[in-house]
T-cell receptor, first 117, second 113 residues
Framework: GAVVSQHPSWVICKSGTSVKIECRSL??????MFWYRQFPKQSLMLMAT?????????EQGVEKDKFLINHASLTLSTLTVTSAHPEDSSFYIC?????????????FGPGTRLTVL | DQQVKQNSPSLSVQEGRISILNCDYT??????FLWYKKYPAEGPTFLIS?????DKNEDGRFTVFLNKSAKHLSLHIVPSQPGDSAVYFC????????????FGQGTTLQVKP
């Protein structure tokens, strides 16, 4: 099946620092990846769509200068949380799109727990 | 505006019985629906999907039913096992929306031994 990895699985950082999260498709190429965040006991909220070789498309209300997305290759997308603050603490999950017969299915990474002190 | 709704936040079922998880949607443009299973502090795992041209799709113990006129889908798990205990999310997309998924709020399923 389609395997997606994320690194790191958890990170603790000081307020004001930047944190980079990597998302890799391990056994397939993904022209499109997605970044989500999930707050406790809530649903997954789409942050942005990451397209290989082009700029990411951000959802309404997501600051593109704060959440930098780079999709430089067909197997890697990165999310950098710049100048992180405690309110950025969350569970960040990426997914990769796999084309199917009828429609595309997203396969998710294991997530990254970010805690900003 | 919540386009995909899972109105039951939790469900408890006895092992061996059927689990039925429900999902409603409002956007008639949706043409592809998926169910994901999620454990705490992990990413969602894809379970099963259904295209709007079908009304049923079955994979092992999992069956998804789609009622387009009612804008309703359900996931049936038979027989339920304790390892099925997790949060289940339904998600929807439409072909003109660059593959974006809209998720429901999730239903926590507990299967008791």
């Amino acid at each position: 099946g389609a395997v997606v990895s994320q690194h790191p699985s958890w990170v603790i950082c000081k307020s004001g620092t930047s944190v980079k999260i990597e998302c890799r498709s391990l056994d397939f190429q993904a022209t499109t990846m997605f970044w989500y965040r999930q707050f406790p006991k809530q649903s997954l909220m789409l942050m942005a769509t990451s397209n290989e070789g082009s700029k990411a498309t951000y959802e309404q209300g997501v600051e593109k200068d704060k959440f930098l997305i780079n999709h430089a290759s067909l197997t890697l997308s990165t999310l950098t949380v710049t100048s992180a603050h405690p309110e950025d603490s969350s569970f960040y999950i990426c997914s990769a799109r796999v084309k199917g017969e009828w429609a595309d299915t997203q396969y998710f990474g294991p997530g990254t727990r970010l805690t900003v002190l | 505006d919540q386009q995909v709704k899972q109105n039951s936040p939790s469900l408890s079922v006895q092992e061996g019985r059927i689990s039925i998880l429900n999902c409603d949607y409002t956007n008639s443009m949706f043409d592809y629906f998926l169910w994901y299973k999620k454990y705490p502090a992990e990413g969602p795992t894809f379970l099963i999907s259904i295209s709007s041209i079908k009304d049923k799709n079955e994979d092992g113990r999992f069956t998804v039913f789609l009622n387009k006129s009612a804008k309703h889908l359900s996931l049936h798990i038979v027989p339920s096992q304790p390892g099925d205990s997790a949060v289940y999310f339904c998600a929807a997309s439409h072909s003109g929306n660059t593959g974006k998924l809209i998720f429901g709020q999730g239903t926590t399923l507990q299967v008791k031994p």
